[in-house]
């Protein structure tokens, strides 16, 4: 009997078995014919990091346990012990907390570039060996957009290799590789997956070289994705046009209300015309913006938030992103909690700083609730 299944069953199988030595040969005499153990590869994993690879226009990908394995996985691509790193100072808490706190560890220096920097004047940052630029296309929590094309420009002038993490945009609004980027790298946890209910990443790269690296590492590092994440993941991406749409949908409504809401001082959201990259957001991300929207509320101080987030019954405080169900989230206390007051305030993270991941709900009811949460934080009650 032929079972032809139109979804890709979960192998939820730790090895595969093998008829006779001969097989065992054939294994590895010719690569990707099939399987040994699925720390080396399983058909679910592989499903998913053959399907990001095509949205992102890829030479290969590998699929991981977290974003934080991607972003590990990216950058042993390049480097050893020895080796430096050029981060954008605006960049995601953990990943920060990663070269400053482990890699730094094993001999990979880090040095951070404001984001003004990052393609009219990297040179004075660099080292004789620097292997590679770290950015985001949207950086976390103030949604400052990278002219990914400069950026990688300025790398390669450099000999510097452009790592993009593409989280916050998803390959539906912008493919860094198709900018000049050589890694590009998701928490699939977040806009692929799309649901919270998976923890997981891809390193996507523009060579086969790279890819096969990618492999490797993630092989013997044992950051292999389990079957039935990924098969939850590769469900999630088959949604992922249509829950885009409806993020960035949202988003905009959300952002415009907040720009007019007396209890809001500042508002970041590349749709808005007054965000500074907002000509270069559309151009990148194909005239749309994403569903993250951060604002400052005008009493700039914790208790100030506490009051939203009590007041508030549809941006729950759930630190992460990116489900279909709304979420706020506290950047001076979650994912950037590990840097110093003075690092924070540079970067224009203060206390009254709230993050959005706006869902796909009804918008009306969305913008009822941040209306009313709002009105809680101006009138002082816990609502």
């Not at 590009?184 to 919270?196: D, E, P, R």
């Not at 951060?294 to 759930?318: H, I, K, T, Y």
Request: net charge negative.
């Amino acid at each position: 009997m032929h079972i032809h299944p139109k979804i890709t069953p979960i192998y939820q199988t730790s090895v595969f078995k093998f008829e006779d030595l001969n097989e065992l040969e054939l294994y590895f005499g010719e690569p990707g014919s099939r399987y040994l153990y699925s720390r080396n590869g399983n058909p679910n994993s592989d499903e998913l990091a053959e399907a990001v690879n095509r949205l992102e226009g890829g030479a290969g990908a590998v699929a991981t346990g977290s974003g934080m394995a991607a972003i590990f996985a990216a950058v042993l691509t390049y480097c050893v012990a020895g080796d430096h790193v050029l981060c954008a100072a605006d960049i995601y808490g953990g990943s920060a907390a990663l070269l400053n706190q482990e890699l730094e560890r094993l001999g990979i220096g880090v040095t951070y570039v404001p984001f003004e920097d990052l393609t009219a004047n990297l040179a004075p940052y660099a080292r004789p060996r620097t292997r590679l630029l770290l950015c985001e296309t949207i950086s976390n929590p103030l949604l400052r957009v990278v002219d990914l094309q400069a950026a990688a420009a300025a790398a390669h002038a450099l000999g510097v290799k452009l790592v993009v993490d593409n989280t916050f945009a998803s390959p539906v609004l912008t493919n860094p590789l198709a900018f000049g980027a050589d890694l590009v790298m998701h928490s699939v946890t977040k806009y692929l997956a799309g649901h919270s209910d998976v923890t997981a990443g891809a390193v996507v790269a523009r060579t086969p070289e790279d890819a096969a690296r990618l492999k490797q590492i993630g092989t013997l590092f044992g950051l292999t994705l389990s079957p039935m994440e990924s098969w939850l993941a590769v469900r999630g991406l088959k949604t992922l046009r249509l829950r885009m749409n409806a993020h960035c949908y949202n988003a905009q409504a959300v952002a415009e209300l907040l720009t007019q809401h007396p209890a809001v001082a500042e508002v970041f959201y590349p749709g808005l015309p007054t965000h500074a990259q907002h000509h270069l957001a559309s151009e990148q991300g194909a005239g749309r913006f994403g569903g993250m929207v951060s604002f400052r509320l005008a009493d700039d101080s914790v208790e100030a938030v506490n009051r939203f987030m009590r007041g508030s019954q549809r941006f729950p405080f759930a630190p992460s992103l990116a489900g279909v169900d709304s979420s706020s989230s506290y950047p001076a206390g979650t994912s950037h909690r590990a840097l110093s007051e003075e690092q924070r305030q540079q970067l224009g993270i203060t206390a009254g700083l709230v993050r959005l991941s706006v869902g796909i709900e009804p918008v009306a009811e969305l913008l009822t609730d941040i209306e009313q949460a709002l009105g809680a934080t101006s009138s002082g009650n816990g609502g």
